[in-house]
C-alpha cells in the first residue's frame, strides 16, 4: 500500500457447523463453502468450527491458488474449530485459549471439547500491519435460564483484553466470528466499548442480506425453532468487527450476508449465515494523524467512562453470580464426596469383621458387597474430578472478577481527574457526580 493509495479489503466470516458425522450434508457443504471462497476472491477468510484438520487441509488445498496463505488454530480435544485463510502474506500467529468453556459432563453440547479460544494473525497489507482475530464463543442454549452467561462474560471479557494487549503496534484491528451474543448483550457492550472496536453492520454504508443483519435466521432448514427462541425471526450473533489507527482510516463501504439456501443447491452454506464486509483503507498524513490524534482522545469523556464504569460493574456482578454457583456446585461435591467416602469405610468396617470376629460370616451377600463397593468407589472418584474442576472454575472466575475490580479502580481514578482537563458539559457532569458519589463505591470491595 503505496502512500496515498486507497486500499479495499474484503473479509469474510463463517460459522461453518463443521462436525464430522454429526452435522448434515458436512461433505458437500464444505465443497460449497471451497467453490464460495475460490469465486469470490476474498482477501481474509475467517472460519469457525471446523473441527476437523482434514476438513481445513482439504480447503487449503482448494484455495491454494486463491488464498496462498493460512492457518489452523489448534486447541482442546477435538479443536478449536478456528482457521483463516489469507491472500497477504501470514508473519506470526498467535492462540488463546479462553479459562471458562462450559462443563465437561455436558458432552452432548460439546463446547468444553472444542477448547473455544480467539486466534490472532499478523499480516502486512502493504507498508499496514493488520492484526486480524477469529473467535467463537460459548453457545447460548437457554436465553431465559442462561447458565452460562458468566462464562460467556468472562470469555468476552479476556478477548477484549487480549485484543488490546496484543494490538498495541498495529495500524488496524479486524475481529471477526461467532460471538453467541446479541448486539445489546452485555458481552458484546463489554468488548465494543473496551476496545472501540466499530460494528460492520452498523457502519455500512450499504448492506444487503438478511434483515436486521440477522446470522441465525429461521428460514435455515438446519435451525430449529427452539434454538432462537424467544426471537421470532433469528438472531445477530456473528461479527465483522473492525478499527483503524491514527496511520490509516477504515470505513466499511459495504456488507453483505447469505440468504439462507444456496440457488440450485439443496441446502445453505451451513446452518449460521456468512458475512461479507468490504472495508476501505484510507492512509492519513502525517498532519491528519496529529490532528487525528487530537480527535480521538475527546472520545474518552467522562460520558464514556461512566459507560466503562456501568459496564464492568454490571459484568462483575455476573461475574460474581457465577462465583456463588460454582462455589455451591463445589460444596455439594465435596459434601457428596464425603458420604461417598463414609460408605466405603463402613463398608470396609464390614469387610473387616470376619477377620476380628473368627469363625463370624459375612452378613451380605458377596456379590451385593461388591457391586456397593464399587458404586462408592465410582461416587468418590466422581465427586473428587468434579471437586477439582469446579476449584478451577471457582478461581477463574475469582481472577477474573478480581481484574474488575482492578479495571473499575483505575476507570474511576481516570474519572476524579477528568475535569482537570476540560471544563464538562452538563450531562457529563451529572454522569461523574454519579460515578463519584461517596460511598456508592469502593474500589477494594
Not at 502512500?3 to 460449497?32: A, E
Not at 492512509?283 to 490524534?293: F, I, K, L, Y
Not at 476449584?391 to 474511576?412: F, I, P
Amino acid at each position: 500500500m503505496a502512500s496515498g493509495d486507497t486500499v479495499r479489503l474484503r473479509v469474510f466470516s463463517l460459522n461453518c457447523w463443521g462436525i464430522r458425522y454429526l452435522s448434515k450434508h458436512c461433505p458437500q457443504r464444505y465443497v460449497m463453502i471451497g467453490d464460495l471462497l475460490s469465486r469470490e476472491q476474498h482477501d481474509i477468510v475467517l472460519l469457525q468450527e471446523v473441527w476437523s484438520e482434514s476438513d481445513f487441509v482439504s480447503l487449503k488445498k482448494k484455495l491454494a491458488s486463491s488464498h496462498t496463505h493460512s492457518h489452523y488454530f489448534k486447541s482442546g480435544v477435538i479443536g478449536s474449530g478456528l482457521a483463516i485463510f489469507s491472500k497477504h502474506r501470514i508473519h506470526d500467529a498467535f492462540l488463546y485459549r479462553y479459562s471458562l468453556n462450559g462443563y465437561p459432563y455436558m458432552v452432548h453440547q460439546g463446547d468444553w471439547f472444542g477448547g473455544k479460544a480467539v486466534g490472532m494473525a499478523i499480516l502486512n497489507i502493504g507498508s499496514l500491519k493488520a492484526h486480524v482475530y477469529v473467535t467463537h464463543l460459548h453457545a447460548e442454549y437457554c436465553r431465559e435460564k442462561d447458565s452460562y452467561l458468566p462464562h460467556r462474560v468472562v470469555q468476552a471479557w479476556e478477548l477484549q483484553q487480549f485484543i488490546r494487549h496484543t494490538s498495541g503496534g498495529a495500524d488496524m484491528v479486524i475481529l471477526g466470528g461467532d460471538l453467541n451474543m446479541h448486539p445489546q448483550d452485555l458481552g458484546t457492550r463489554l468488548l465494543r466499548t473496551y476496545t472501540s472496536l466499530r460494528d460492520s453492520y452498523v457502519e455500512s454504508a450499504k448492506f444487503d442480506g438478511c434483515e436486521d443483519g440477522l446470522t441465525l435466521i429461521a428460514d435455515n432448514p438446519f435451525i430449529s425453532k427452539k434454538e432462537i427462541v424467544p426471537f421470532e425471526k433469528g438472531m445477530r450473533i456473528d461479527y465483522i468487527l473492525f478499527k483503524g489507527a491514527s496511520k490509516v482510516d477504515v470505513q466499511c463501504e459495504s456488507l453483505s450476508t447469505t440468504k439462507g439456501s444456496v440457488p440450485d443447491h439443496p441446502f445453505p452454506y451451513s446452518d449460521h449465515e456468512a458475512l461479507t464486509a468490504e472495508l476501505r483503507l484510507e492512509p492519513v498524513s502525517q498532519t491528519q494523524a496529529g490532528d487525528g490524534q487530537r480527535a480521538m482522545e475527546p472520545d474518552c469523556t467522562a460520558g464514556k467512562l461512566a459507560e466503562l464504569v456501568d459496564i464492568v460493574t454490571e459484568a462483575r456482578t455476573e461475574v460474581k453470580v457465577g462465583l456463588h454457583c460454582a462455589e455451591g456446585m463445589r460444596y455439594t461435591a465435596a459434601r457428596t464426596g464425603v458420604m461417598g467416602l463414609a460408605l466405603l469405610l463402613l463398608e470396609l468396617a464390614i469387610a473387616a469383621v470376619p477377620w476380628l470376629a473368627l469363625g463370624a460370616e459375612q452378613p451380605f451377600p458377596r456379590a451385593s458387597f461388591y457391586l456397593l463397593g464399587a458404586l462408592c468407589f465410582a461416587i468418590l472418584l466422581t465427586t473428587f474430578m468434579l471437586y477439582i474442576f469446579y476449584t478451577m472454575e471457582v478461581k477463574s472466575l475469582q481472577g477474573a472478577e478480581d481484574q474488575m475490580r482492578l479495571a473499575v479502580g483505575s476507570l474511576q481514578e481516570k474519572l476524579r481527574g477528568f475535569p482537570l482537563a476540560r471544563p464538562l458539559g452538563p450531562q457529563e457532569h451529572s454522569a461523574l457526580d454519579t460515578e463519584l458519589e461517596p460511598g456508592t463505591f469502593d474500589p477494594e470491595e
